[in-house]
């Protein structure tokens, strides 16, 4: 098995440098009066690699308006210009795109042509941060898997935008105007293979509803969430990395085991108002607390096992897993309760 391994990666090795030194051969040795004949339809405005011939670089240009798009683009390069408009003219020939970064443009949705983005049927990655959007762009690639929203103006979520999406694993909608009221029961439907949402940075009030449930990483930063309801998390139940730094979470706001859930690997609750510890499991590793109210630590409390199976099992057991505790910034004093160090075993490090 050892030889097999070994002998598989020698061959990849051997396969990649020699396609590295092909293509770097190939654009060393070019002449730059030659290099016309490999980007052959090449807009002007634009840069063709010969290396790279699937891919079409207009970024940083100052351009207003998109360029005619060659048959042979996969990766479409816009970003950093000046465009307010998506229109279908310059993808008509754009039938293999795979990849569109339209990222600081100008775009409103009155500026995207109805039905542009739908017919581009290969489009895997649609970039369009730091635009003037209002609303999620309507209708949406089937074949979509990431989808980047990032700080626009967005207040509104079109009913069933997302209804056809079941590739997309990304939606990122970080840095918007969402409130409550743009997240329905239904919002996020149809998004089955969804691993990853941001809705980071919004005005936010409560936890959204009806996450999709194959979400392993939900980010919800700097909002205003002062509740977890009863069991929320049971209806993710694999979310694995969960952020709600800089909310307004008391203890009060929490259930008595809101965040004692198996499949948690990443609790971040910094800077919210929190003055205990919340319980958590023993399955976490990493947990932030630092920068709330917290004035004290008692291991017996925290432990997710008694102390007592704690030290008989040792590191051969089902001990607590916590590897990383984050407390400063709150109003505890130094030294580290020793029955923090006996219940979780395997800490490497505690900021205090």
């Given amino acids: 098995m050892t030889l097999k391994v070994c002998a598989s990666l020698l061959l990849l090795f051997l396969v990649n440098s020699v396609w590295t030194r092909t293509v770097r051969q190939v654009y060393d040795e070019l002449d730059p009066e030659h290099w016309s004949h490999y980007t052959f339809e090449c807009p002007r405005e634009c840069f063709c690699p010969p290396s790279f011939p699937n891919a079409l670089y207009c970024d940083n240009k100052g351009l207003k308006e998109i360029p005619a798009i060659p048959a042979r683009i996969w990766y479409l390069y816009l970003q950093n210009n000046l465009i307010e408009t998506v229109s279908e003219k310059p993808f008509v020939n754009a039938t293999h795109l795979r990849w569109i970064n339209l990222n600081k443009n100008k775009i409103t949705n009155s500026g995207i042509e109805s039905g542009v983005l739908s017919k581009l049927k290969r489009l895997l990655y649609l970039f369009l941060e730091d635009n003037e959007l ?26 069933g935008v997302f209804s056809n999406l079941e590739n997309l694993t990304m939606l990122d909608l970080h840095q918007n ?14 998004l089955n293979n969804l691993m990853q949402l941001n809705i980071a940075k919004n005005s936010l ?4 509803l009806s996450i999709p449930a194959n979400t392993l990483q939900l980010f919800l930063d700097n909002n205003s969430i002062e509740v977890i309801p009863e069991n929320y998390f049971s209806a993710i139940p694999k979310v694995t990395f969960l952020r709600l730094n800089y909310n307004k979470l008391s203890d009060d706001g929490i259930p008595p085991n809101g965040f004692n859930v198996s499949s948690i690997l ?14 958590i499991n023993a399955h976490l590793e990493h947990l932030h607390l630092d920068h ?7 291991g017996t409390q925290i432990c997710p096992v008694s102390i007592a199976i704690a030290e008989d099992y040792g590191f051969y057991g089902n001990i607590p897993r916590l ?20 219940c979780f075993r395997l800490l490497q490090a505690v900021v205090i």
Avoid: C
């Fill in 134 to 159: 209002e609303e999620v762009p309507a209708p949406l690639p089937v074949g979509l898997e990431q989808l980047r929203l990032a700080r626009n103006k967005i207040s509104r979520i079109p009913e």
């Fill in 177 to 190: 105007s969402l409130l409550d009221s743009a997240l329905q029961s239904d919002t996020f439907q149809g």
């Fill in 205 to 208: 009030k409560k936890m959204p």
């Fill in 266 to 279: 990443d609790l971040q609750l910094s800077h919210n108002q929190l003055t205990k510890i919340p319980p």
């Fill in 292 to 298: 709330n109210r917290i004035k004290s630590v008692n």
């Fill in 323 to 342: 590897r990383y505790l984050r407390l400063d910034g709150n109003e505890i004093q130094p030294p580290i309760p020793l029955d923090i160090m006996i």
